[in-house]
């Protein structure tokens, strides 16, 4: 029986439940490319009629193994360091990358702060901070003296390009040595939901996502001051005959950078 009545939330709160939804239907198949059977439960004790979303895809558990991933390459050189998951929603990262020694601050908005305080089990390595990721007073509570991890999982399509350069270079300036690990969407993609709405199903439209990045514009990212570097994580593999020779011939062509939206891990100097 659902304990928590998450029918209010609306607008890039509600797209919290749908890549929950995608993320949850993944793991309970007997195939599936992620292992997170809290989703599952977190999913099933939220009162909310996730079938409105329409048909279910595994993009978002790639997406959520490539920030899994990213995070492990963090903590095998940090150890002790520290993750700020920004808008992380109703992610269960912190429980699939758990070393028992990283500290995690999950800052979000509060509706979505108090759906993981009453439902996820609460740790004293994990604490939450409710407030917009574009008030940057969060810095305030990160301690990067092990190390800090900065993650804006599917957060910054839904910013304006501004707003996106302005995230990266304050966390530069106040992140020396830290690191931060985004995805984007292609340029089409934008148009099309900026343009009609990105219509999932006949109950549901996802909200406009102005922001737009491919690989080819990295010289951008490597022009705010205080990056030192950046790169294009590897898209771990996906199920199927088709999807991962499609992946990886998309990726081994530096002719398709434009076309395909990259995870991409930022590193501040």
Known sequence: MPVFDARHLAGVSETALLTL????????????????????????????????????????????LAFDNAAREFLAIHPRGTVVALAEGLQTSFWRVDNGELSWLS???????????????????????????????????????????????????????????????????????GRLVFDSIPWLLSVYSRRRGFKLSEFYTAPPMPFWFTASQYAELRAIAGVRAVRELPAPAGRGKILPKVVALTYRLSALDRF???TTLVEFG
Not at 28 to 45: E, H, S, T, W
Not at 113 to 129: A, F, G, K, N
């Open 260 to 262: 395909r939206a990259p």
């Open 107 to 177: 800052v979000d908005l509060e509706p979505i702060v108090r759906i993981r305080e009453q439902l996820l089990p609460s740790s004293d390595r994990l604490q939450y901070c409710a407030q917009s990721a574009l008030d940057y007073s969060w810095m305030d509570r990160v301690d990067d003296s092990n190390g800090v991890l900065i993650t804006a999982e599917g957060l910054l399509q839904y910013f304006e390009r501004d707003t996106v350069f302005d995230l990266i270079a304050a966390c530069a300036r106040r992140f020396p040595g």
């Open 21 to 64: 939804h995608q993320r949850a239907t993944e793991a309970a198949r007997p195939d599936g490319i992620i292992d997170d059977p809290m989703a599952v439960a977190l999913r099933d004790n939220i009162d909310y009629d996730f079938h409105h979303f329409g048909r279910t895809h595994q993009a978002t558990a790639l997406r959520a």
